[in-house]
């Protein structure tokens, strides 16, 4: 067993764990975030994407231990004195899911991708970069049509912050 310290959705967290154990389910089981939704178990879905240190990463191809001392995200650390992250919002109002097993991925992935685009984002650039995120149902148009809004919005929340 190791004991696993980092900063989660803010707050300073530990626990014991066996050395093979999963980020993915270090944040399920050890910290009950459920959120975070274990999919493939193979890095192939994106139903688990977490940022680490400001990064997107697929929680269920990194191990508990590689993520000691880091700062974690999770979809539940969006959020901000109870309004939802611009992209969270997004997905709402523009019916970015249906039924929603994705979706915690699929935003991470979508905050991950406009902090590194900004307003730069196109249609074309969404779709390639959410490749590795798989939606069964929802075809990803609204999703596309949400990230993109998302992204427009921000950038006009910075400008008019400068």
Known sequence: MTTVSMTLNGKKVSANVEDRT???HYIREAQNLTGTHVGCDTSQCGACVVHVNGEAVKSCSMLAVQANGADVTTVEGLASGGELHPVQAAFR???????GFC???M???AVDMIRRHGANLDEKTIRHELEGNI???TGYHNIVKAIKAAA????AMKTAAE
């Open 135 to 137: 939606c069964r149902c």
């Open 93 to 99: 109002e523009h019916h970015g899911l249906q039924c």
């Open 103 to 105: 979706t915690p991925g």
């Open 22 to 24: 999963l980020l993915v």
């Open 152 to 155: 427009d919005q921000m950038a």
């Open 107 to 109: 935003i991470m992935t």
